[in-house]
């Protein structure tokens, strides 16, 4: 079987915790910041550290079987690539932003206007949608100081908090598009058991990350309204304890709505309630 390649960024927003998905999935390498490839000692794989605006290019051509990169940077590149999996890290949107004097109200009003920008490909998509007319101003980097520069009206960057912007009195106006970390691949390709393999490990950490294990106290008389507010993978498993009338549920929790839960199960009669993370899930 050949081995299977996969590029990740190699330094950067996104390196840390595509290192960490990695590990996770029970892989093993090394990880110097010097080395620009990396064999892993328990699974046919090779991990190859790049700049993240070469990961898609390389995916598409086949030098690299699967990727992790920002979904801004796969669509600004128009590479033919698959989507095998969102991973919910490098959230982050493309956005509009104008200086804190403007008071544009609608998306036609950037009509006539410049924006600076480093993705002129997705900002040009987007204009031509919305049937306005403006100049993309291409730059490659720092876009956020072009309009205090008076080199442009507007910018067009990614924006997680919108710290940087407020710090350049710009303010966002409109967002472009929304985008995370995603797991890519390329269709048909010669590795593809190795490649499912792979994304299933993927999807059991992704699973487990969601969810917590719960183990709580109860008396019988209360357990079925606890029950009633558990979700779990199938039902809770109830177990007896050794005081008479009491009972321990196990059971899974989404991280998502975590405390709400909490709180309704200790309203409805749980006590020392456990929390545990999951490592993995495998359905
Ligand atoms: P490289 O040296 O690999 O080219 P870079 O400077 O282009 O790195 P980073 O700033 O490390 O890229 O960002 C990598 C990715 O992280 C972005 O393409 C985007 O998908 C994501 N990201 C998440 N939040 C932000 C943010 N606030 N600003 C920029 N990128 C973000
Ligand atoms: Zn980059």
């Excluded at 840390?16 to 010097?34: A, I, M, P, R, T």
């Excluded at 932003?97 to 920008?117: D, F």
């Excluded at 979700?231 to 899974?252: D, I, R």
């Amino acid at each position: 079987m050949k081995t299977l390649k996969i590029a990740i960024q190699k330094s950067g927003r996104l390196n840390e915790k595509s290192v960490e998905l990695l590990k996770n999935c029970g892989l093993s390498f090394d990880n110097y910041k010097s080395s620009l490839i990396s064999g892993v000692s328990n699974f046919p794989l090779e991990i190859l550290f790049l700049r993240d605006d070469d990961i898609p290019e390389y995916v598409q051509d086949g030098i690299a079987d699967l990727g992790i990169v920002g979904e801004n940077v796969i669509q600004e590149t128009e590479v033919a690539v698959s989507y095998l999996q969102r991973l919910g890290f490098g959230k982050c949107s493309l956005k509009i932003a104008i200086p804190n004097s403007y008071h544009l109200q609608h998306v036609n009003e950037l009509s006539g206007k410049s924006i600076a920008t480093t993705y002129p490909v997705i900002l040009g998509k987007f204009l031509k949608e919305q049937g306005v007319e403006a100049d993309i101003r291409t730059i490659s980097g720092s876009v956020e100081i072009s309009p205090g520069l008076g080199l442009s009206d507007a910018i067009c960057d990614l924006v997680s908090t919108g710290g940087t912007l407020k710090s350049n009195g710009l303010k966002p106006f409109c967002d472009v598009m929304s985008s995370e970390a995603v797991l890519i691949g390329r269709p048909g390709s010669e590795n593809e058991e190795l490649v499912q393999e792979l994304i299933q490990r993927v999807q059991s950490v992704l699973r487990a990350k969601e969810t917590k294990y719960v183990v709580l106290n109860v008396h019988k008389e209360n357990l079925k309204s606890i029950i009633a507010l558990l979700p779990g993978v199938k039902s809770p498993s109830v177990v007896s304890l050794a005081e008479e009338g009491w009972v321990a549920v196990h059971t899974v929790i989404p991280e998502s709505d975590f405390w709400d839960r909490i709180s309704q199960l200790k309203q409805a009669g749980a006590q020392g309630i456990v929390v545990m993370p999951i490592e993995k899930i495998i359905l």
